[in-house]
């Protein structure tokens, strides 16, 4: 039981260039979440899934795009990289939709110059 | 708008004492709170959580206290020890699922 997965762990980009960052969970949850951590700031959240198949957008959706492949899967893509998107990514899955506690993924720690 | 903070962005603690930790949130409606510990570059682990409907849950070695009236809560956790140096932060639901505190960094001192 892995629990939440993040690929890659680091990545450096260029401006303008596009990358997707991949999540997976094993424990059959049916909610996903993209999150952003910037210095001095806490966690912001990006998108979210509340189940197979919805997406909607968080607090900071601009410049991003997301998918939810299947229940494990939910992936977050980044078309057109700027500097501002430099920053740590955090996937999370949570067991349903309502409040409960959310279980994070590693982290992906992007560059973008 | 909505906002999480925490009173101190750094601990110092003796190991075997006790610290407290504490955060304080805006939004009266929020009826559930979780508290994470973040080691350095690692992702946010669930410590303890806690509804409004309830003052104290203790788990093992630490427990959370939450107070409506002034929107605060805290975090002891007993008999500290050297794994226990991370950053601690809180989270309030809110309008987007959840809002979180950017942390307070507990350093364990020998």
């Known amino acids: 039981n892995a629990g939440v997965t993040q690929t890659p762990k680091f990545q450096v980009l260029k401006t303008g260039q596009s990358m997707t960052l991949q999540c997976a969970q094993d424990?059959?949850?049916?909610?996903m979440y993209w999150y952003r951590q910037d210095p001095g700031m806490g966690l912001r959240l990006i998108y979210y899934s509340a189940s197979e198949g919805t997406t909607d957008k968080g607090e900071v959706p601009n410049g991003y795009n997301v998918s939810r492949l299947n229940k494990r899967e939910f992936s977050l893509r980044l078309e057109s990289a700027a500097p501002s998107q430099t920053s740590v990514y955090f996937c999370a899955s949570q067991p349903g939709q309502d409040t409960d506690t959310q279980y994070f993924g590693p982290g992906t720690r992007l560059t973008v110059l | 708008g909505e906002s999480v903070g925490l009173h101190l962005p750094t601990l110092s603690v003796q190991e075997g004492d006790n610290s407290i930790i504490n955060c304080a949130y805006s939004?009266?409606?929020?009826?559930?709170f979780i508290w994470y510990k973040q080691e350095s570059g690692k992702g946010p682990q669930f410590i303890i959580d806690?509804?409004?409907?309830?003052d104290k849950r203790q788990g093992q070695r630490v427990t959370v206290l939450l107070n409506k009236t002034v929107k605060h809560l805290s975090l002891q956790i007993a008999a500290t020890q050297p794994g226990d140096s991370a950053v601690y932060f809180c989270a309030a639901e809110g309008t987007y699922k959840y809002i979180f505190g950017t942390g307070t960094r507990l350093k364990v001192l020998a």
């Open positions: 939004n009266s409606a929020s009826d559930y």
């Open positions: 806690i509804r409004s409907n309830m």
């Open positions: 424990m059959n949850h049916n909610s």
